[in-house]
């Protein structure tokens, strides 16, 4: 079709009004306007669409009422799409996607999107689990809005927004002798069994905060859930290296289980917020971003270094 809608919303104003005259004060615009978008509609379909009386007005022909019906059709569904997308800026949409590490589902992801929904209404929610490799396919091809990960491994494509550096520690028995250390020395850590969370990119970080040290390392158990390196240390497998905490008391830890920071200077990596808008965010993630932040503030400055929203990808020191 060669019309434009604007032109389309002419030619029914013309057909509804009966009259160029009308249409053109209705509408604002020229009649020369309207003529040539009721002459690009009878060469689309091949017929006359008005009959033009001088006593009448405009009436439209068989044709025509077939097209005008169409029309409005279209229409409707042009108002029903600006509807939907041109209040982003304003409203989240129906259903946000968020994709995210598969430890964080769990850990805080509910509880930031509770803080979410409390500042934005009712909303659908999907979260999308995965490791690193498939979070970065989830974003190249659309499939998730943001994704919420660590900053490690081959770089995303998108922007980055610095949440906070997460340092690591230590999780362990509760009855362990290290657990009576305010902070435990990685050559205590020597030759112990180790639990790994063996996650692509993860698993090669955790592991080369001993190898970096020289020590030597016995991993005794592996696995790709949270859940299990924590069920799995209670069970006396081990002790594990990981860097965040439960978040709620529904992910809480067990009173057999302890955790106690790593002594030794290690660098730690960044919690991030990836996505594919830039600076033209719609409101629905820059509220997301927002309440990620403030709800790292919260939980202090002893387990985080939380960035400042205002300062882009700068964080304060750990």
């Not at 009422?65 to 042009?78: P, S, V």
């Not at 590490?101 to 805080?108: D, M, R, V």
């Not at 997460?166 to 028995?173: E, F, K, N, Y």
Request: glycine fraction near 6%; include cysteine; charge should be neutral.
């Amino acid at each position: 079709m060669s019309l434009s809608l604007r032109q389309v919303r002419y030619v029914v104003e013309v057909a509804r009004l009966g009259s160029i005259q009308a249409a053109s004060r209705e509408l604002s615009i020229s009649q020369s306007s309207i003529l040539a978008a009721i002459d690009l509609a009878e060469a689309d379909i091949g017929a006359r669409m008005f009959m033009r009386r001088p006593s009448q007005g405009m009436r439209t022909t068989p044709a025509g009422e077939r097209f005008i019906a169409a029309a409005r059709g279209l229409l409707a569904a042009e108002t029903e799409f600006v509807r939907e997308i041109g209040s982003l800026a304003d409203r989240p949409p129906r259903l946000i996607r968020i994709g995210c590490f598969l430890p964080f589902g769990p850990l805080f992801m509910p509880e930031v999107l509770r803080r979410l929904v409390a500042r934005t209404g009712s909303i659908d929610i999907s979260v999308m689990e995965a490791d690193q490799l498939q979070l970065r396919d989830w974003l190249d091809t659309g499939h998730i809005d943001a994704a919420v990960t660590y900053e490690m491994g081959p770089p995303f494509a998108g922007e980055i927004t610095r949440i906070c550096k997460v340092p690591a520690h230590v999780l362990m028995r509760a009855d362990d002798p290290l657990a009576r250390l305010d902070a435990v020395p990685l050559a205590a850590l020597a030759e112990r069994p180790h639990i790994l969370l063996d996650l692509p990119q993860t698993g090669a970080y955790l592991t080369s905060i001993v190898d970096m040290s020289g020590l030597g390392r016995r991993i005794s158990f592996r696995t790709r859930s949270y859940d299990t390196v924590r069920a799995a240390v209670e069970a006396g497998f081990g002790l594990t290296i990981l860097n965040l905490r439960p978040m709620t008391r529904v992910a809480a830890d067990t009173p057999d289980l302890c955790r106690r920071p790593i002594a030794d200077p290690l660098p730690p990596p960044n919690l991030i917020v990836i996505d594919p808008y830039g600076d033209r965010k719609p409101r629905f993630l820059t509220e997301f971003i927002a309440e990620m932040h403030a709800m790292f503030r919260e939980l202090g400055p002893r387990r985080f270094a939380v960035a400042k929203p205002e300062e882009e990808n700068e964080l304060l020191p750990a």
